[in-house]
């Protein structure tokens, strides 16, 4: 099975910021999601090629950015004013054929192993 894979995680003081990578090519939607243990999974921000559209979920928009890089087949997270509850295993996801930018995991079939982002106050 086809793995994403994710870098740029690590651990940083309340108001700074990181910027996580992931390797994709080929993809028609992408996204970030955060996973924190005993809480489900949630959507951050997800991007679709086919209208160029972003989406963003409240608890980050403002503050996080995605965008890819098609030379480098990469798809970035800007993360700024980080919060200590932005602590959490974060992944990218993407999916092939017609498909939306949403923060729905189901939408997703193609995951990274995840990356740790901790935020200390």
């Known amino acids: 099975q086809v793995q994403l894979v994710e870098s740029g995680g690590g651990s940083v003081q309340a108001g700074g910021s990181l910027r996580l990578s992931c390797a994709v090519s080929?993809?028609?939607?992408m996204g970030w999601f955060r996973e924190v243990p005993g809480k489900e999974r949630e959507g951050l921000a997800a991007?679709?090629?086919?209208?160029?559209?972003?989406v963003y979920a409240g608890s980050v928009k403002g503050r996080f950015t995605i965008s890819q890089d098609n030379a480098k087949n990469t798809l970035y997270l800007q993360m700024n004013t980080l919060k200590p509850e932005d602590t959490a295993m974060y992944y990218c996801?993407?999916?092939?054929?017609?498909?939306?930018?949403?923060?729905?995991?189901?939408?997703?079939?193609?995951w990274g192993q995840g990356t740790q982002v901790t935020v200390s106050s």
């Open positions: 996801a993407a999916a092939r054929g017609y498909c939306h930018a949403t923060t729905q995991p189901y939408a997703y079939n193609y």
């Open positions: 080929g993809y028609d939607c």
């Open positions: 991007y679709a090629n086919r209208d160029d559209r972003t």
